[in-house]
């Protein structure tokens, strides 16, 4: 029998030249790992959006320059919630729909909340830098979720003690935007307060975005109130502090975290002017974060607000996936959840709840056009 060798024949007398492309082509690139941050890119939050744009941009950028995480390359996708929970959910299925591994936000806790779910059921963490509201981890939607910054309810605890006993002999006013979170806030600092021993004497709540309110400040002033405490966003606390000026109001404005930006202090001009503020410790004080700071100091960027905990939500979610050796959901959870990272706000780890343990908040006082810490 003849063997006839003419099957064979195509894989032995491949031309000379194509075995040499074969050899010679490049292996195929590492595919790059989609990971995601959503907030208020637009409207009248868009400068908390912003800082979280930039924060995990920039944090993308420098761990990819240092050979990204497990030797692929990070990519940012941006959704725009409008600080909507409808909105917020939308946005959460089409990051899954575009593979994201990691969730670095949202802003705004009620957009939080609802996105949540989507990302649980989809197995992807969510690491959010800003969103207070103790329903959030109370009523946690999965293990993939956790919270960098703090509390609503540890937040009203500190300014409800700050203002028992620095404003023990003055009358106080808690008013509040009627949003979710304004009333939370307002709710833990009366409750604080009152547990320290301090009653407010008037108490009222406002629509956002309101055009005028000469009404609003001719109340504070007739109840003689030494100190106003505003649950609300910075254009319409600035309008406020601004009617208080015209007024004649002197008391003490003071306020939540929100009004921890340039853009408060641009409204309101000079009637922000000795504006009490409650806010995380400042993180550009850190040593951890002197080399990030100048990197964004260098690119026009001022790191304020929710930046630098936005690059530490990606920062966090890079070093356990290191450590877990995979980016796979339920390998990244459980070295989230019992691990510690070095990071821009220093080191981080969280509770059973899926809570940061870094320190929550202190006060800060506006002057100038500047804030710094109020000495406690």
């Known amino acids: 029998m003849t063997i006839r060798p003419a099957a064979f024949a195509p894989t032995v007398l491949l031309p000379t030249a194509l075995v040499l492309a074969c050899l010679l082509a490049p292996a195929p ?3 790059d790992i989609a990971i995601g941050t959503a907030g208020p890119m637009d409207g009248p939050f868009q400068v ?4 979280m744009k930039n924060g995990a941009a920039e944090a993308v950028a420098d761990i990819n320059a240092k050979g990204g995480v497990l030797g692929e390359a990070l990519r940012l996708e941006v959704g725009d919630d409008k600080c909507d929970g409808e909105t917020a959910t939308a946005i959460a299925n089409q990051m899954v729909g575009k593979g994201i591994a990691l969730m670095a936000g949202h802003f705004c806790s009620f957009a939080s909340i609802p996105a949540a779910i989507v990302y649980n059921q989809a197995k992807v963490v969510q690491i959010t830098p800003a969103s207070p509201h103790p329903k959030l981890t109370d009523q946690r939607a999965g293990p993939g979720l956790f919270r960098l910054c703090g509390r609503d309810d540890q937040q009203g605890a500190v300014a409800g003690k700050f203002i028992a006993s620095r404003f023990a002999d003055r009358n ?8 979710a979170w304004g009333r939370a806030l307002a709710d833990g600092t009366r409750t604080a307060m009152n547990a320290a021993g301090k009653k407010e004497l008037f108490t009222d709540s406002y629509d956002p975005g309101a055009k005028d309110f000469s009404e609003l400040v001719s109340r504070l002033k007739a109840a003689g109130v030494g100190l106003v405490f505003v649950a609300g966003f910075p254009s319409d606390v600035a309008a406020i502090a601004k009617e208080m000026k015209a007024q004649g109001l002197s008391a003490t404005l003071m306020g939540g975290d929100t009004l921890m930006t340039d853009e408060y202090w641009q409204a309101a001009g000079d009637a922000a002017e000795g504006t009490l503020v409650t806010f995380a410790p400042d993180a550009r004080q850190n040593r951890e974060a002197e080399a990030v700071v100048a ?5 026009g960027i001022e790191p304020d607000g929710y930046t630098l905990c936005t690059y530490a939500a990606v920062q966090v979610w890079a070093e356990a996936a290191q450590a877990a050796g995979s980016t796979d959901f339920d390998k990244v959870v459980p070295a989230i959840a019992s691990g ?4 821009v706000l220093g080191t981080v780890h969280f509770d059973q709840k899926g809570d940061s343990t870094t320190p929550g908040y202190v006060v800060y006082v506006w002057h100038d056009g500047k804030y710094a810490t109020l000495p406690m």
């Open 48 to 51: 908390f959006g912003t800082q």
């Open 340 to 343: 510690s990272f070095d990071t």
């Open 172 to 179: 106080v006013a808690v008013i509040d935007d009627k949003s």
């Open 29 to 31: 690139a590492l595919a």
């Open 295 to 299: 990197g964004f100091r260098a690119a």
